[in-house]
């Protein structure tokens, strides 16, 4: 029976030669990986020896894997390109990570697979409407392990953190495949990266107008991974350079004092850093009144420093004609700012706090609260900024008009100043 040419483009034939083109890739991607992550002599004296390590130091065996490879493989393969075998690898300590990962995971787990994952492309088209899938585009190999997906491509970050461009990326077992059966892979949400840091700020003002200022915070995320990784490369001085450089962005002469800092060398924890520095003329003396105006000079939120380059190109750009992808980014920031002696909190700095959104079709997008205070004797303001940035896509039009107006609105209204006057 010769079927309509109507018929041969419905939407049920469109999906199937999807389904199957998406299969073959998958099981293309599974039979070299099969030949290639083949047991050796090499691969099982490292599994063994990374269980005596797992069980010495009361480990996951996948957590003391993951940290071996990535410390002891170069990458000398493009991520979903396979030529090495494993053997080879952990012969030469050059070669696919991933591939070595899923080996020495299925030492432990048979069942592990490589989960191979296209993300989906910036543009005006969504990837379900874009021809037969192809196969380069499953540029992003996870190891599937016990039902945690790790990602060895990052030598700076927690492995179990992935990276965000795999929001809404199509990703294949390919495992599954081998007993022909196309599985998709979801990416929990909570499993992709953002950006996070709490920071507090202590202002101690002088009757001239000057401060001593401490820093402390935390950097949280792979976002961080950037600073980590210049971090732990740089000497003394040239660490101090890094601070010196962020300090001259957000006080003018500023003056670094001292310089702390822990957890940069673990990509697991958190990066704490503790900065001390005077800044001179951080309130403007007006006689009998120091004014303080310099809360958020630079908004935080926008600093490249973040290490998320989409914040300030939504500050920046005017309009946008594709869709931009975004990490969450969330951010608190508490300044307590401390009258000299002889000074109080004036009453116009009475409490006060404010709160404001942004959505579109996808739902919210960008949240913010400011609060402050002055505490019961008039000696501190207490300053708190909260940021919130969801994970998603910020369609053109009123969806980036909205976000890209608050994040300005956030910086221009952080503007707000603080007066202490003196005593009567």
Known sequence: MIRPLAALHSPSDVFAERQAALLAIARAYAQRLRHLAAP??????????????????????????????????????????????????????RGNRALVLLAL??????????????????????DADSPLPNANRFSSPLVSHRGRLYDVSR??????????????????????????VLAMTQIPVGTLDG???????????????????????????????????????????????????????????????????????????????????????????????????????????????????????LVGLPARRTPLRVSSHDERITWMVTAPAGFEAAADSAD??????????????ASFRDRSQISDDKSEIEVTHESLLAPGMILPGAGYDQVRDLLNGVASGRSRSYTFKKKR
């Open 40 to 93: 050796g002599p090499r691969l099982q004296e490292m599994a063994t020896a990374l269980r005596r390590t797992a069980k010495r130091t009361g480990s996951d065996y996948a957590a003391v894997a993951t940290d071996w490879v990535r410390e002891h493989i170069e990458a000398s393969e493009s991520d979903n390109l396979f030529e090495s075998s494993v053997e080879m690898a952990l012969g030469t300590g």
């Open 105 to 126: 995971m299925q030492r432990d787990e048979p069942e592990a697979s490589l989960v191979l994952c296209a993300p989906e492309r910036e543009g005006p088209l969504p």
């Open 155 to 180: 030598l700076h970050t927690d492995p179990t953190v992935l990276p965000a461009e795999l929001r809404g990326a199509t990703c294949l077992d390919s495992r599954a495949s081998e007993r022909g």
């Open 195 to 313: 950006f996070s840091f709490d920071f507090k700020i202590n202002v101690r003002l002088k009757s001239t107008g000057a401060a001593d200022v401490v820093l402390e915070g935390a950097f949280f995320g792979p976002n961080a991974a950037g600073l980590r990784q210049v971090w732990v490369k740089q000497d003394e001085v040239r660490r101090r350079l890094i601070w010196e450089q962020w300090l001259s962005g957000l006080f003018q002469g500023a003056t670094l004092t001292s310089a702390e800092v822990r957890g940069a060398a673990s990509a697991r924890d958190a990066m704490r850093v503790r900065l001390a520095f005077t800044v001179p003329g951080f309130a403007r003396s007006e006689g009998d009144t120091l004014v303080v105006s310099r809360l958020s000079e630079r908004a935080l939120l926008a600093n490249d420093f973040t290490g998320a380059p989409e914040l300030p190109e």
């Open 352 to 365: 006060s706090a404010g709160t404001g959104g942004a959505e579109n079709s996808s739902g919210s997008l």
